[in-house]
């Protein structure tokens, strides 16, 4: 690698997400000497603070979201940070930003965490102060447009400052070590290639489930839904590892030309494929919580529940559907995957009473990170009022499996990727533009449609005609 950044430049940086998770995750590598030495952090944002108000902003940030055994030396991470007050908006601030930033050595890394109307002032205003030099790397948060011409627009703004070499869209989830152990699982081992394909496999689940409502992004939220939110990012993405073929390496062009594949062969979604919620006044582990109307306000049809059935058009994935589902405040927060294969061809156990179950394979990406795979077995004795069979599961916590081992935020993956220049966990135009098309082409039935979401009670699994959407196919989802 010839890229390592010794200049990190934050954009948004007293931001929701810079307190949560970029400072965290920065302070957390340094405490464990992953950031090189000279590295110097610049934060930027619109409020008026020094260097010693902003490292006092962070070090609040960090007592309230990193864990103190992860804090190591944090006078010394802290030591790292400067600030500059700008207003993106105009092209006034960037030169004094510029001098802030001063001459990289190596190289400077730039984070833009800021609202996406802000996306092109910005660029304008590096190039302007000529931060957009061969050594700069350009990083972006999502999100990145709410449709595929908004998307497109973002994309064009910067691309007129930044080969596509030298950008970095972030998908968190990519940052996770589970969703990263996906490609683990699946080509470190011979076990499953061979049977993953529509000869074997029944269908895949994909559930993301979060106990969480509005939080305080109501302007976000609102406009956006559970759709453009969860479904258009994450859960493609974790769909196209799921069916992406081999790539011929671990290599950022290989493993984005594979999945880019996947999201181009999405079949366009029919309208009785897609399931619309959103959630009324209910209880959460036994606590009351309000309906998304009284959380925002004022009535509205924005989604916070969604499930879908979608297609992958190729050859080995053929007639296999793949079912969907995301939704805010549902009984507890879990990701999981589910692959639910097919049943033998053949059981010899059915003269003898007996009944199998098909195999499946449970990844559970959060919060438990573990793989189950169910077996069928038989249960001990001596079969004389004939045979019976009992699922028995595989279990691998991962855990347990790796005693010792931090399990990290992932944004201190993606953020040491982003320093050291390593495109491979971060999304491509072609993927982003990919599965925005897919995206809106459901919106538009939608609206075509007049489809508006159906209710359910918050602590529920959504609405039920998300069951009878899996159900009509004789399957259920995985709970
Ligand atoms: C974000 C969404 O991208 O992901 C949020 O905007 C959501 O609405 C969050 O809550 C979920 O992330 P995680 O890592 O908690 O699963």
Known sequence: MDFTADRLLLFGA???L???MLLPSLCALDADGLLRPDLEIIGTARSDMDDAGYRQFAREALEKYLPADRRGSMANFLNRLSYQSLDATTLDGFDALAKKVGEPQHGLAIFLS???????????????????GANVRMCLEKPLGTDLSSSCEINDAVASAFPEERIFRIDHYLGKETVQNLLALRFANILFEPLWNAAHIDHVQITVAETVGLESRVAYYDDSGALRDMVQNHMLQLLALVAMEPPSSFDATAIRDEKVKVLRALREVGEAETVTGQYRAGAISGEAVPGYDDELGKESDTETFVAIKAHVDNWR??????????????PERVTEIIVQFSCVPHSIFA???????????????????N???????KVP?????????????????????????????AYERLLLDLIEGDQTLFVRR???????EWIDAIRATWEEEGQTPNTYTAGSWGPSASIALAERDGVTWHE
Do not use: C
Request: proline fraction near 7%; aromatic fraction near 6%.
């Open 14 to 16: 007293t931001g929701d």
């Open 18 to 20: 810079a307190q949560r």
């Open 114 to 132: 800021t609202a996406p109307s802000l996306f092109e002032p910005t660029i304008k205003g590096l190039q302007h102060a000529g931060l957009d």
């Open 317 to 330: 994935w053929k007639g296999v559907p793949f079912y969907l589902r995301t939704g805010k405040r549902l």
């Open 351 to 369: 003269e003898k009473g007996a009944k199998l179950k098909p195999n499946k394979l449970v990844i559970g990406i959060q919060p438990k990170e």
């Open 371 to 377: 793989i189950r795979m169910s077996l069928m077995a």
């Open 381 to 409: 004795g001596l079969d004389r009022e004939g045979v019976r069979m009992r699922e028995v599961p595989l279990d691998i916590a991962m855990p347990d499996a790796f005693v010792g081992q931090h399990r990290r935020i």
């Open 430 to 436: 072609d993927e982003v533009e990919a599965q925005w």
